[in-house]
């Protein structure tokens, strides 16, 4: 069954807000797919502004992957800023897609990509434009399933009442295993309702649904324990972990935004992971192991990306990217390659270190300014080594106010 869009009713809020252009869509390397040739539909939502959603890896993969399957289609849609919102709730406007600009409430699956906790709470006010019931007790068969992933849904306790489901870890090979268990439900006559969708989506072991299990908590507010509250459900939810970067080489056409975002250049993961072990550091330790993307499927993917886009700088992305055991041959590639054509190279964030001035001299050598993200250690010695050891009162998950099986429970 077709669903209209939204946008003749949006077009004539346009006028009146600041940068209209982030709402309109249509960037160079968009998908929109037929809506009734499709039997699954996401929409991948990052919680924030446009400018800073777009150039998201995380989201970027996971649009490309789930728009390569047939009879799927993923859509984005992002945090709207205030002046909009305003105006969408007073004209009865749905939070909506950038692609069809459909509303969120339509499609079977609304995932949200969390860097950081600042996010939870524009995605309550994306729920609430939508029409989507903010407590995931309140939700039936109409509304989509709202999965969380990301960093900063590591630990999905926080914003457990609110989401249906979380994915922990890396999330290309989940989502497709999930669009499998959807379509199957749906092919048998959604037997069991809302309830056994989750359940199934639960027995799988990787998919953490807060339904399913009840929290007891410390006097302090730590966790003690996490117990499944139903028979078929995992002890324990499992991690998804790709292994072989060079097995996913997204985003093959990465988006070109039609605003300014924050980040002007085509991005390259050149691995996962990180080689420190510092436990301060939240990113270094939920991505282990460390995995590499070779040399050759860099290079392809630098190509491919440059060629579908356009951009005149790449950015080689990792958590500490002069960290990759052939950095040096990689930056002298690019740099060989790309020399005449004046592309520039960045590392968005690397280790002040791990650098050197061989490295310098590759990224600058064809006379454009390269970005460098240095990340300095500012701690004393001793407070260096009392923060890299490992404290289960300083490393266990927090939630306040505390879930229970009856007061907060689901």
Known sequence: ??????????????????????????????????????????????????????????????????NEREGVLAERTYSVWPDLEELMREHKVPQFTVDSHRPVSAFDFLGVSFSTELGYTNLLTALDLAGIPLDARDRTEDHPVVVAGGHAAFNPEPIAD?????????????????????????????????????????????????????????????????????SGVPWRVSKHTVMDLDEWPYPKQP???????????????????????????????????????????????????????????????????????????????????????KIGLSLPSTRVDAFNIDLANELTRNGRRSGLTFAPRAAVSASVRSSTRWSPKRTSSVRWPPRTATAGGR
Not at 29 to 44: A, G, M, P, Q, Y
Not at 182 to 204: I, S, V, Y
């Open 162 to 230: 609110f989401i249906d489901c979380a994915v922990i870890g890396d999330g290309e090979q989940a989502v497709l295993d999930m669009t499998a268990i959807l379509r199957d439900w749906k092919a048998e006559g959604r037997p069991g309702g809302r309830d056994e969708l989750l359940f199934r989506l639960a027995r799988t072991g990787s998919v953490y649904v807060p339904k399913f299990y009840d929290v007891e908590y410390l006097a302090d507010g730590r966790i003690a324990r996490v117990v499944p509250n139903r």
């Open 255 to 341: 988006l070109v935004p039609l605003a300014e975002t924050v980040h002007e250049r085509m991005s390259v993961e050149i691995f996962r992971g990180c080689t420190r072990g510092c436990r301060f550091c939240q990113a270094g330790m939920i991505t282990r192991p460390v995995r590499e993307r070779s040399i050759t499927g860099i290079g392809e993917m630098v190509d491919k990306g440059l060629k579908a886009t356009g951009f005149e700088e790449v950015g080689l992305l990792s958590l500490s990217s002069a960290d990759h055991t052939e950095i040096g041959d990689i930056a002298k590639g690019l740099a060989d390659r790309y020399e005449e054509d």
């Open 1 to 66: 069954m077709s669903v209209e869009s939204v946008f003749p009713q949006l077009e004539a809020l346009l006028p009146h807000v600041q940068k209209p252009i982030q709402y309109v869509g249509g960037e160079l390397n968009s998908t929109v797919k037929d809506w009734d040739s499709c039997d699954v539909r996401w929409s991948l939502m990052y919680p924030d502004a446009y400018e800073v959603g777009l150039p998201n890896q995380g989201v970027m993969i996971l649009y490309e992957v789930l």
